[in-house]
C-alpha cells in the first residue's frame, strides 16, 4: 500500500529535522505533506515541499501516520501520532515541563537514545498509553555525510539558546571577551542563534561581524557543525547536535555542566577555556564518547530511515493492549481555539491500519 504521512509542525527549526524525514518517504515512492500550526514557517513552502493550507486540508488529506515535530497535535486528526521531538534533552526544564512531558497525544515516541528512551519506557509503563522505539533523529542524519573542509584558522561555532535566564548573549563581559578574541585574529567565528531569540541580540552579533566573524541566519546548522572545530555555547540542545562529531564544546554557566563540557562560570576563563578545547585531554575525549553512546549511538546517517520503518511497523501492530489516551479537555479546547476548528471528534486510541 501506498502510506500517506503528514509532517506536523509549529516553528521554522524544524524544517531540517523534518526534510529528512521527507527524503525518506519519497525514496520509498510513499505520499508526505506538511501542515504548520503557525505562520512564519509558511513562507518556506513550496520550495522545501507540499504544504497544507488549513486543518481542514490536512483533514482531508487522511494521513496514516501523523510525524510530530511538536510539543502538541491535533487529537481529531487520523492516523498514528509519533513525536519526533524538536531538540535533544537540554536540561532547561524540570522532567514534568521538559523532555518528558506527557501531553497524553501520542500513540508513539521515537527516541533518540538510551539516556532518553530509558526514562520514557518507564513512563510507559506506568501511563500505558503510548509505545517508545529507538530509531536516533532525522535532524542529524545529513551530520554524518557531510564531508569536512580544510580550514585556514582554528574555528570557533558560537550558538545560544532564546532564554535569557541561560543564554551568554545577556552577559556583556562576554560579549565583550568574545569580540576581543574574535579581533586577535588567530582565530575564525561562526555564529548561528535560535529563531527565537530576541531580535536586540541578534543585532549585537550582527555588528561584531568582521573578517574573522559571522553571523548565519539559519535553521540548517549542520553544514556549520562541519565547517567548526569546537563550539561556545551555554545552555542549548544544539550542544549535543555538535558534540556528536567528537568535538569538544565550551559552555558559559551550563545548566547541568557535566564531564563531557567544559563549563566556566567567569568570562576571564573564556580564552582559557577554548585553548582547552582545542587541545583536549584524553579524558575529555573519553568523556565524550561516553555521552555520545548514551544520547544517540547512531552514526549511520539512517534514524530517518529507522524512523518511518517503525512508524510503519506499529501501524500495523495490534495495539489493543494499550490504555485510552487522557481525555484532556481543557488541552484539546486549546488545541480547537488554536487552530479553529471546533469538533468532538477525537482519536482516543492509538490508530491502526
Same mark, same amino acid.
Given at each position: ?8 509542525? @509549529?516553528?521554522?527549526?524544524?524544517? =531540517? ?21 503557525? &505562520?512564519? %514557517?509558511?513562507?518556506?513552502? =513550496?520550495?522545501?515541499? &507540499? ?26 486528526? %487520523? ?62 542524519? %545529513? ?79 549542520? %553544514? ?8 561556545? @555555547? ?32 567567569? =568570562? ?54 494499550? @490504555? ?30
Amino acid at each position: 500500500m501506498t502510506y500517506r504521512f503528514l509532517i506536523y509542525i @509549529s516553528h521554522t527549526y524544524a524544517l =531540517p529535522i523534518g526534510l529528512p524525514l521527507q527524503e525518506e518517504i519519497k525514496q520509498r515512492n510513499d505520499e508526505v505533506k506538511w501542515f504548520s500550526e503557525l &505562520e512564519a %514557517p509558511k513562507s518556506y513552502f =513550496p520550495e522545501n515541499g &507540499e504544504l497544507l493550507a488549513t486543518i481542514e486540508e490536512a483533514l482531508a488529506y487522511k494521513p496514516h501516520i501523523v510525524l510530530c515535530i511538536t510539543d502538541v497535535v491535533a487529537d481529531f486528526l %487520523p492516523g498514528l501520532k509519533v513525536q519526533i521531538f524538536h531538540g535533544f534533552l537540554a536540561n532547561k526544564h524540570t522532567d514534568k515541563k521538559g523532555h518528558f512531558r506527557i501531553r497524553g497525544l501520542f500513540d508513539l515516541y521515537c527516541t533518540q537514545g538510551p539516556s532518553t528512551t530509558i526514562p520514557f519506557k518507564k513512563i510507559q509503563q506506568k501511563k500505558k498509553h503510548f509505545l517508545v522505539r529507538e530509531t536516533g533523529w532525522s535532524k542529524v542524519d %545529513p551530520l554524518f555525510k557531510i564531508e569536512e573542509n580544510h580550514r585556514e584558522k582554528p574555528t570557533i561555532l558560537l550558538s545560544s539558546t532564546f532564554s535569557p535566564k541561560y543564554s551568554w548573549l545577556y552577559n556583556e563581559e562576554v560579549i565583550s571577551e568574545i569580540q576581543r578574541l574574535s579581533k586577535t585574529g588567530e582565530f575564525k567565528f561562526l555564529a548561528v542563534l535560535h529563531p527565537k531569540m530576541d531580535k536586540d541580540k541578534i543585532e549585537i552579533v550582527q555588528k561584531m561581524q568582521h573578517e574573522n566573524f559571522k553571523y548565519y541566519d539559519t535553521t540548517d546548522i549542520i %553544514p556549520l557543525f562541519r565547517q567548526a572545530d569546537i563550539m561556545f @555555547s551555554d545552555t542549548t540542545s544544539a550542544i549535543t547536535e555538535f558534540i556528536l562529531q567528537k568535538k569538544p564544546v565550551v559552555t558559559f554557566r551550563n545548566n547541568k555542566p557535566a564531564s563531557h563540557l567544559i563549563n566556566i562560570s567567569n =568570562p576571564e576563563a573564556i580564552e582559557s577555556a577554548i585553548r582547552q578545547a582545542f587541545s583536549p585531554s584524553r579524558e575529555l575525549l573519553e568523556n565524550i564518547e561516553s555521552y555520545i553512546y548514551d544520547t544517540h549511538p547512531y552514526f549511520d546517517g539512517k534514524s530517518s530511515e529507522r524512523v518511518i520503518s517503525t512508524c510503519i511497523e506499529v501501524l500495523h501492530t495490534d495495539k489493543s493492549e494499550l @490504555s485510552s489516551k487522557p481525555l484532556n479537555l481543557v488541552r484539546r479546547y486549546q488545541l480547537r481555539k488554536k487552530l479553529n476548528h471546533f469538533t468532538f471528534k477525537s482519536y482516543g486510541k492509538p490508530f491502526t491500519r
